[in-house]
């Protein structure tokens, strides 16, 4: 018996993987799949090379403008388009997937520990062959199992709102806390949202002051910082998504790490964590990079980097290239544009 903590896309996913070969439960204390929703829910294509979720998309999104505190921007234009996900079908996606291959669930199942090969569920102790947290940022599996590291938060205040906007369009503020956003439904609803480490209210504040809109819904919450230190895997325990920070750190999406984590568990369970790492780890670890200096930008670096990339043999690198790779852009993009150096 494998048990799986944590009902979200990501524990679906691998507990539907694992299924195929085992005897899996999940156990989630929340009493439905998919709310509250505290996520943007804006994904790029590279979630195609994972899985087919085109029946949960509402929007494509095929420009982004970046907004630079002295309110010049540059469009980039996808060769391939984003989509923005409705995040309560998408994880019902997961969710129905595992129902099909023969997942167990338990709702309203708080996990409380782990002992002895038994893991104690509200007040019942069950007999588990291994156990998989995928259980979120602030992981109970993580802490239970010494594996909770000294990991760090970003707090994301995102508000889905009734507003007049450009349907294919997403825009990205720079300056606002670490970054503000609109991301469109449709042009007439939008999430808009901003993430810092202290003060977000304050940018969003500001982001919406100029604007007219109605507050449908709140969907804020908080993300892990990758940390390239953390342990994923001991003996018959492992992490994998929130629970174990696959989150890119320059843009703080984490749907794609962790489905991608979720499917290296899904082949084996040994080398777990190599092997993850792998393939998403060096993406992972550049992404935390960009944010370390990111963090010391202030409006005038900010103005200068859009300067730069408003060039437009800056631009054809990120256009044509996968930003979920980083690695995959940075050398291109000092090729191109030299004068990046003194940003790095």
């Not at 825009?171 to 469109?184: R, S």
Request: net charge positive; charged share 30%; with cysteine.
């Amino acid at each position: 018996m494998i048990s799986i903590v944590g009902a979200g896309p990501v524990g679906c996913y691998v507990a539907s993987l694992l299924a195929k070969r085992y005897d899996v439960n999940v156990y989630e204390q929340k009493e439905a799949i998919g709310k509250p929703i505290q996520c943007t829910g804006i994904v790029t294509s590279a979630i195609d090379e994972v899985v087919n979720v085109k029946k949960t998309v509402i929007n494509t999104i095929d420009t982004i403008r970046i907004i630079a505190p002295n309110k010049k921007y540059i469009d980039v234009n996808f060769k391939k388009p984003d989509y923005v996900l409705d995040r309560e079908k998408f994880d019902n996606y997961f969710f129905n997937k595992a129902v099909d291959n023969g997942v167990g669930f338990e709702f309203g199942a708080r996990f409380r520990d782990y002992k002895n090969g038994k893991i104690l569920v509200n007040r019942t102790e069950i007999k588990t062959n291994l156990l998989v947290g995928a259980d979120g940022p602030f992981s109970m599996v993580a802490k239970k199992n010494k594996m909770y590291g000294d990991r760090k938060f970003m707090t994301a205040m995102q508000y889905r709102v009734k507003s007049k906007v450009e349907e294919d369009l997403v825009e990205i503020y720079l300056g606002y806390g670490c970054f503000g956003w609109i991301v469109p439904e449709d042009r007439n609803i939008a999430r808009i949202g901003v993430i810092d480490y202290k003060s977000p209210g304050i940018y969003l504040n500001k982001l919406l002051r100029d604007r007219k809109y109605k507050i449908l819904e709140n969907q804020s919450g908080l993300v892990p910082i990758y940390d390239p230190k953390l342990k994923t895997q001991k003996e018959r325990v492992f992490l994998v998504g929130d629970a174990a920070t696959q989150v890119k750190a320059s843009t703080h999406g984490g749907l794609v790490p962790g489905l991608k984590a979720a499917k290296e568990l899904g082949k084996s369970f040994r080398n777990y964590e190599r092997n993850w790492k792998r393939k998403i780890g060096r993406e992972l670890w550049l992404s935390l990079m960009i944010r370390k200096r990111l963090d010391r930008y202030d409006s005038e670096k900010y103005n200068g980097l859009i300067g730069l990339f408003n060039r437009e043999k800056v631009k054809e690198v990120i256009e044509e290239r996968d930003r979920d790779f980083p690695s995959k852009i940075l050398f291109k993009l000092l090729l191109r544009e030299p004068r990046l150096l003194k940003f790095i």
